[in-house]
């Protein structure tokens, strides 16, 4: 099975912070990852998918590069309500993999 | 689009439930289903994936033989039993719609193995 390991496991930050998240996959997963954001009691928002493609209504000031093994989201100047969890999740094969997470809290 | 979820509660060790998750707002048959699940304070691990005509179904390792996905097209619906529950399966269960890959989620339904 694909193992995704995420880095940091925690990130603190202040408003207007450019930070970035990676993710690494245990073998080659191509484009075939995805972020998520996730808020306490909520289900998670998918942000970006095949690694790069922001979805539709997520503000551009994230965004995610790589491909392969190795994975970064950015968010180049953190917002209030960007203070979540965030997930990278590989959709290479059919085993939906998801790192072990990455909680963004206010410096 | 749209997933609402019905199902969960308490059960005791070795029992059964049976999640249900109805969709609208969208063609379900064209679509694969997923359940994902979040143990309190744990991150996501993906539990299954069922098809469009609920041909093709896969598991995680932990869940396989005791848990199965299914889906009624006709009901707009997809279903996780589970069975043979153990402590480690109490977690927050999410339908999602396969689209990139998780592009629609249920709103979650807490499921409690405990005596």
């Known amino acids: 099975d694909i193992q995704m390991t995420q880095s940091p496991s925690t990130l603190s930050a202040s408003v207007g912070d450019r930070v970035t998240i990676t993710c690494r996959a245990s073998?080659?997963?191509?484009?075939?990852l995805a972020w998520y954001q996730q808020k306490s009691g909520k289900a998670p928002n998918l942000l970006i998918y095949?690694?790069?493609t922001l979805q539709s209504g997520v503000p551009s000031r994230f965004s995610g590069s790589g491909s392969g093994t190795e994975f970064t989201l950015t968010i180049s100047s953190l917002q209030p309500d960007d203070f979540a969890t965030y997930y990278c999740?590989?959709?290479?094969?059919?085993?939906?993999?998801f790192g072990q997470g990455t909680k963004l809290d206010l410096k | 689009v749209q997933l609402v979820q019905s199902g969960g509660g308490l059960v005791q060790p070795g029992g059964s439930l049976r999640l249900s998750c109805a969709a609208s707002?969208?063609?379900?048959?064209?679509?694969?289903m997923s359940w994902v699940r979040q143990a309190p304070g744990k991150g996501l691990e993906w539990v299954a994936n069922?098809?469009?005509?609920?041909?093709?179904?896969f598991y995680v390792d932990s869940v396989k033989g005791r848990f199965t996905i299914s889906r009624d097209n006709a009901q707009n619906s997809v279903f996780l039993q589970l069975n043979s529950l153990r402590d480690e399966d109490t977690a927050v269960y999410y339908c999602?719609?396969?689209?990139?890959?998780?592009?629609?989620w249920g709103q979650g339904t807490l499921v409690t193995v405990s005596s």
């Open positions: 069922i098809n469009a005509d609920g041909t093709k179904k």
């Open positions: 095949e690694a790069s």
């Open positions: 707002g969208f063609t379900f048959s064209s679509y694969w």
């Open positions: 999602a719609r396969v689209v990139a890959p998780f592009d629609t």
């Open positions: 999740q590989q959709y290479s094969d059919h085993s939906y993999t």
């Open positions: 073998q080659s997963i191509s484009i075939w």
